[in-house]
């Protein structure tokens, strides 16, 4: 299949590549190519806030870069949140079409419906091999094997030469779906010529290869024959192929399979619904069956495999979910890769579900995991395909983008076909011309921050803290608690800076003493001892309160004191 668009004409003889997120970190990956007068953007990234920043539900790039390039397409490699969770954002400076596979355009939808969203006409799937046009870019998708299905590389053959961007890949020799990694197309591009390589470099510290998806069914094989009780399976909402896999052993073993947390059901559904993930009619139930389901015979998937406050996980652990408890007999299994920062609020919530006298288990333990990201090898394999001129470590921390230079040189240089590494950061502008390439300018980059109302969107941590205080105020419940069993040591007090209240409505902040001091009383002991889930939820309810009763919605700061 071959699709156009018609773009502006090039009228300049440079490429210019610019990443605006995911050079330096992990999450935010965006990338913004333009040669003359036309942009396209490859992937729009998001990343989840860490509970530094209160108050954010959401991080992404910082765009400023295309406010006076109005981008004439936007291509997405696959459907994981640190590649589509952007989309929204990114839409108001993307005045093309969407190319993406069936699965990443289906998982944009839930986006699109939060958002007021309705582009139906600019959304066009494509499949591995197709070719489109977009200006003096033609563009060809090439199938990658990665944690998820529908995932592609994206080739840019322009007009000083030909562009690889890998996306996220590994080499999965025995794929869930029987849909091989494209080698000889990528041999083929190697033979003809490639300008530049753009490599995913995630697991570039990790030597040997990443193992296929199905190395998982051995383990999870032993789990479903010795477990007594429920199986609760924290993993990525994304992970469509563990969704299969899990699916089938259910099946095998006799038990029902719920998903429970929102993006498990979403994913679950359009998955279903496109046939990736398959099952025999009445094997899946609505998490509202659990209860009346003998234990034995129950298998739930459940978001918050890293700890998140909110998630599905999270709230089992503390048993505060509403349809699914688990105790002694059962078996919770994390079934993810703990993302780094992430560990404190994942071994938080382990402690919790020990506490209810479920056995747990986590990569540690048995091979319940495996990595969507290529290892040393399978990264090497990709230099030696390709065999760019020049080379571009993307996605990951700054360590991972040097390491991964150091081995394409130390590679290649063995070859015989010595390769220029270009080691770039967010916001670099990398220029290709027919004189050469180098980083020659830097542009404007950053975070915007995005609350649930979708009205603190700014550049810096400062910026929208300054605006929040500036119209809202500042509220400051104080807590103070006994360290051994989380009973009240005195009063909860709110303290206000800012914020202004109503003549008639003084009492306003010794009512929301007093409902936070029968919130503490309502908590269980676990959560009152558990400062992170603790501030959480006075700091949700604080905000809800003052909301509700006075119209206004400072910026909450909890602080929870332990005597």
Known sequence: MTLSHTGTSPDGPALEIVPLGGLGEFGLNTLAVSYGETTIVIDAGAMFPGPELPGVDLIVPDL???????????????????????????????????????????MLGPKFEEHGIDIDERLHPISPRDRVTVGPFEIE?????????????????????IIVHTGDFKVDQTPLDGEHFEFHRLAALGTEGVLALFADSTNIDRRGWTGSELEVVDAFEEIFTSAEGRIVVAA?????????????????????????????????????????LRAPAGLIVPDSDVPTLPPREVLCLATGSQGEPQSAM????????????????????????????????IGRVVNHVTRRGADVITEDIKHVHVSGHGSQEELKLMLSLVRPKYFVPVHGEYRQLAHHRRVAESVMGNTGHPVNVLLAEDGDVLRFDREGAGIVDKTQTGRVLIDGTRVGEVGDEVLRDRRHLAVDGLALPVIAISKQDGMLAGSPEIITRGFVTDKGDESLLSDG?????????????????????????????????????????????PIIMEI
């Open 236 to 276: 990525f909402a994304s992970s469509i192929y563990r969704m299969q896999i899990l699916t089938r052993l259910a099946e095998q073993f006799g038990r029902k399979v719920a998903f429970v947390g929102r993006g498990m059901m979403q994913n679950s559904a359009t998955a279903q619904r496109l046939g990736y």
């Open 141 to 161: 998708f090439i199938r990658v094997t990665h944690s998820m299905p529908d995932c592609v590389a994206v080739v840019l053959r322009t007009p000083l030469g």
């Open 513 to 557: 003493a007093q409902m936070l001091a029968a919130l503490i009383d309502s908590t269980n002991v676990e959560e009152r001892t558990d400062p992170g889930l603790l501030r959480e939820k006075v700091r949700l309810e604080v905000r809800r309160f003052l909301k509700k009763r006075s119209g206004r919605r400072p910026l909450v700061l």
């Open 64 to 106: 400023s870069y295309l406010q006076n390039r109005r981008a004439a397409a936007l291509i997405l490699t696959h459907g994981h949140e640190d590649h589509i969770g952007g989309v929204p954002y990114v839409l108001p400076y993307v005045e093309g079409p969407i190319y993406a596979t069936p699965l990443t355009l289906a």
């Open 314 to 345: 999270s709230r089992i652990a503390i048993d505060d979910h509403r349809h699914v408890k688990i105790g002694p007999g059962d078996t919770v299994v994390f079934s993810a890769r703990a993302i780094p920062g992430n560990e404190k609020s």
